[in-house]
């Protein structure tokens, strides 16, 4: 991708160097079928094998007793200056893209905030902890990313690239405009009157919408010359990384087996044309996986 000299975001905060205390809890009321496969996946694999499972909006509020609390303690950043700086390059440029579609639909963007941390932080939807991945907080209206997440990417999952780094970056930010539009909302509304299986595919609705509107992003982004940022093999590289987080992929790797009913995030092939869609269209109306 073409970063090099692209505007930084101010809307970024690098926590890397707190530090504390809290657990992970999966116990209590409201865990549901994602609670079990978060506690399944502990036994089996560990944190490692949890960590995927959280990428999309607010996951920690999904496993009912969440993680405890705790004081944080300052310390020095552990923030590569390097993967620090392309994550605010990436978030500026969502910024200018989401900015001026708004602005064509006589709306204003706000923009989200971005929270990097290391291991475990505190978030408006509860303690964050690395195990989770990425997420979107809508009670702070922010994102939070253990930067490790990207080496875990990488190399246990086999996307590689800045693109693929920038992808869950911009999915995020997807979570973000589906706030300001209402979207939340009307699905967290609509789920509580639904059962789990109907709930699950609503929920599904939801991370598709927002690999799409990652895929917008990457269309319309360009550099201070007016040149895409996309370059030759970036496009390979997202699709690597949406295939290697599709639900039936993370289930046949982890348990062997695939149940479409407990589906959150969607099958590799549901996310790949999703991100597609996006990328091809350059539209966030194409994105109607909601409706």
């Known amino acids: 991708m073409r970063l090099g000299d692209a505007p930084e ?3 970024f905060e ?3 160097g707190q530090s504390g205390g809290g657990g992970l809890s999966l116990g209590g009321a409201g865990g549901g079928l994602f609670g079990l496969l978060a506690q399944f996946v502990l036994s089996r694999f560990g944190l490692v094998g949890l960590l995927i499972l959280g990428l999309g909006y607010c996951a920690l509020s999904s496993l009912g007793g969440g993680l405890g609390g705790g004081s944080m303690k300052e310390g020095p950043s552990q923030l590569d200056p390097n993967t620090g700086k392309f994550m605010r390059e990436v978030l500026g440029s969502t910024e200018q893209v989401w900015g001026d579609i708004f602005k ?9 905030r971005l929270v990097a941390y290391s291991d ?3 978030s ?3 303690a964050a902890q690395a195990a989770m991945g990425p997420f979107y907080c809508p009670t702070d209206k922010q994102i939070y990313i253990d930067p490790a997440f990207f080496q875990e990417l990488s190399q246990r999952f ?3 690239g800045d693109f693929a780094q920038a992808y869950v970056i911009a999915h995020e930010v997807g979570h973000h405009v589906q706030d300001l539009e209402g979207t939340l909302d009307q699905v967290g509304s609509a789920q509580a009157r639904s059962d789990k299986v109907s709930g699950n595919q609503l929920q599904v609705g939801v991370e598709l919408q927002a690999d799409c509107y990652a895929g917008v992003w990457a269309a319309n982004a360009k550099d201070a010359n007016g040149q895409l940022l996309l370059e030759p093999g ?3 590289e997202g699709m690597r990384a949406a295939e290697a987080i599709g639900d039936d992929t993370l289930q046949k790797q982890m348990q062997g087996r695939v149940v479409p009913d407990s589906f959150t995030h969607g099958s590799s092939a549901q996310r790949m044309e999703a991100l597609q869609r996006g990328l091809k269209s350059g539209n966030p109306g194409a994105c109607n996986y909601t409706r």
């Open 120 to 122: 475990y932080n505190q």
């Open 104 to 112: 064509k639909a006589g709306a204003q963007y706000t923009p989200t």
């Open 9 to 11: 975001s101010g809307n």
């Open 158 to 160: 086999q996307a590689p």
């Open 234 to 236: 970036d496009v390979e």
């Open 124 to 126: 408006g939807c509860g």
């Open 14 to 16: 690098d926590r890397t």
